[in-house]
């Protein structure tokens, strides 16, 4: 017999988890945008326009725990005219790597 819960249920459950989702990427993006930023600090480069934008994502393992592994790119200006790329990967909460592209076709990566 259906008692008429159960679709009202899963629609919160569904609802519960969005929201969920949508503040962990807003978490993610603000902690990404603070790691472009401090990077850019240390080597003495402006982080340009002050956005990071999510690249890709796809879920992984870390310590045998599931999470979300996030990719960003970001635009630095090493010297204030010139646009470069980097990169950073987010494996749930804590950053997994960064990356720079410099002037001479390397990268410098932490």
Excluded: H
Aim: glycine share 10%; charged share 25%.
């Amino acid at each position: 017999m259906n008692s008429g819960l159960e679709t009202p249920f899963a629609a919160i459950l569904v609802l519960a988890a969005g929201v969920l989702w949508w503040l962990s990427a807003m978490r993610s993006r603000d902690l990404a945008r603070t790691l472009a930023s401090n990077f850019c600090a240390r080597q003495g480069w402006q982080l340009l326009d002050q956005t990071v934008t999510l690249a890709a994502m796809w879920p992984t393992r870390v310590n045998d725990r599931l999470c979300w592994r996030r990719r960003y790119r970001f635009d630095f200006s090493p010297d204030g005219g010139n646009r470069r790329s980097g990169e950073l990967i987010l494996e749930g909460n804590k950053p997994a790597g960064i990356s720079a592209e410099l002037g001479d076709g390397g990268r410098l990566i932490e």
